[in-house]
């Protein structure tokens, strides 16, 4: 390996500071070109050449930096003990090219919800035109008028959890596949899923002693749904639950772990053993499940358009690729697997205007693209209004505070440290409480002990987002809540006798004892669209007139009628494995017997 090469790449990696080694308004393709010419990185030295071997995922280019500087494992070894690897939080191994793109400013992905102050190499080089712009429709008609230019069974839209279960479940049903991703990173919302998935009736469940059924499965999800779900879309998740679990293990996922999330009777929130967040560890198994079975992945690839023959019947999608342009591809089964609309201002303003001015935990990739392109060919949407507040974001901030960090103990006060409602209520409930605070936040309160088990506490804490102390009332005291400490006497003594008088909280895991104690301003934030396209229980996507749009499939978030009006943390991960695979199962097996 080039010594100088792999020294910068490491430090790039590892997100450290360093002067770029070049002079100002240099790029990284001048500097590598000036070692070996454009083939250095490029499949061939002409522009005719370098053009044919350019994916939208820039698949050779990426192989090249991997091949030189050694791959993120490799990199991130010569660093152990660094904090700052945006990677290990919830990147994971993604593309290079994501950051470092080599002929123009390079992009700090991780300020897109971040505010890290760190320099990249050839930061000074000329920004590039933002790729993400109108829809072409002059594009989009030429491409669709010269026909298809490839041809497969099923198409998916969207590589967050339920693109790639999907994407996976049809590959094992003997389809050809191709996974379409708009960002340059796969993963979507699920790669920020910090709190878990529930199921019911698991060996998990069955070896720690937890009498959970499908049964109460069903009841919690409607009772927190306010019985506005659709029952049969429920007892589908809650049936399939278990199974999922056992697919994504198959896969290698580990899901050892149990913790409670708001609305459950039983414990059944499944997590990676060691405190992992889920979101990250199972989207690093499926990226990996999905090379192994030779998945076509790929990236830089938004769909604009459904394409429909004159029968109605899909067609397949055009897709404009960010390097290669509009092209349409032809499949007889598209699944919609894009996400919800929670980082689409517009569309929250318009199905949500109360909310249009909240902060967002979502992912950039979450705008609602699947829904506009299930509209546009008439496709039935159901509860679409209904926008999910998590109570508790950090404040002013994008960062998820996982409501399974109440759920192993926190407690959540106000600004004068009084507990004003059971920490494990449901989320619509929980934030309309603190939105009824005279000033619209709140704190959690936790020790040590919870730190132990929730290691992403301590990435809250690398982000500078908690008050610390060594006593509560030194807490108490920077933080100016003067009553925290009576609060944490009484709640301690709610713990000691295994049930909470005042506010009647389900679960009181642990007690506050252990210094150093914790806290962290929270406040109300976008947090999921309940609301999308409809479904029925084979994922199949129904029409206005609820009839199924015959090849057309959805799952996860794009989709409507399984939340109701309010989700319970821990539905969404489920629902994207669970539909996710029927519809990839469902698509194949359309596409298939079409032949
Ligand atoms: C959380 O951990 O609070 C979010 C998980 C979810 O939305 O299911």
Known sequence: ?????????????????????????????????????????????????????????????????????????????????????????????????????????????????????????????????????????EKIQAAIAKGPQETVDVIVVGGGSAGLNAAMAAKMKGASVVLLEKNDY????????????????????????????????????????RNQNDIELVKVLAEHS???????????????????????????????????????????????AAIKHDVDVRVNSRVEKIVLNDDQSIAGVVVHGRHTGYKMIAADAVILATGGYGMNKEMVAYYRPTMADMTSSNNITATGDGILLAKEIGASMTDIDWVQAHPTIGKDSRILISETVRGV??????????????????????????????????????????????????????????????????????????????????????????????????????????APFYAVKVAPGIHHTMGGVAIDTDANVLNLQSWKMEGLYAAGEVTGGIHGYNRLGGNAVADTVVFGKIAGENAAKFALEKK
Request: hydrophobic share 35%.
């Open 409 to 514: 103990g926190a407690i959540m006060v106000n600004i004068h440290g009084e507990r004003f409602i059971s920490e494990m209520t449901t989320r619509d409930r929980a934030s309309d409480a603190v939105l009824k605070q005279p000033e619209q936040y709140a704190w959690l309160v936790f020790d040590q002990q919870l730190v132990e088990k929730k290691k992403m506490v301590e990435g809250f804490d690398h982000l500078g987002m908690l008050s610390k102390a060594n006593t509560v009332a030194e807490l108490a005291e920077i933080t100016g809540m003067k009553n925290l400490a009576a609060t944490v006497t009484e709640y301690n003594q709610f713990y000691k006798d295994g049930k909470d008088p005042k506010f009647g909280r389900s679960a009181l895991p642990a007690d506050i004892v252990k």
């Open 186 to 225: 796969t993963g979507g919302n699920s790669m920020l899923a910090a709190g878990g998935y529930n199921a019911s009736e698991t060996r998990q469940q069955k070896e720690k002693g937890v009498p959970d059924t499908k049964e109460l499965f069903v009841a919690d999800a409607m009772k927190g749904g």
């Open 242 to 288: 278990a199974e999922g679990i056992e697919w994504l293990e198959s896969l290698g996922a580990n899901m050892e772990d149990l913790k409670f999330s708001g609305g459950q009777t039983e414990m059944r929130t499944h997590r990676p053993a060691g405190g992992y967040s889920v979101g990250p560890h199972i989207i690093d198994t499926l990226r990996k």
């Open 1 to 137: 390996m080039n010594l100088k090469l792999a020294t910068l790449s490491a430090a790039v990696v590892l997100g450290l500071s360093l002067t770029a080694p070049a002079v100002a308004s240099q790029t990284l393709a001048q500097f590598h070109g000036e070692m070996g010419g454009c083939e250095t990185c490029h499949a061939g030295e002409k522009l005719k050449d370098i053009k044919a071997g350019l994916t939208d995922s820039q698949t050779h280019e990426n192989k090249m930096c991997v091949e030189c500087h050694g791959g993120y494992e490799e990199l991130k070894s010569t660093k152990p003990n660094t904090h700052i690897d945006p990677h290990s939080s919830h990147l994971g191994d993604i593309n290079c090219t994501a950051c470092h793109a080599a002929h123009d400013k390079p992009e700090m992905t991780c300020n897109r919800c971040h505010n890290f102050d760190f320099e990249m190499p050839f930061a000074d080089a000329k920004q590039k035109k933002a790729w993400n712009g109108d829809w072409n429709q």
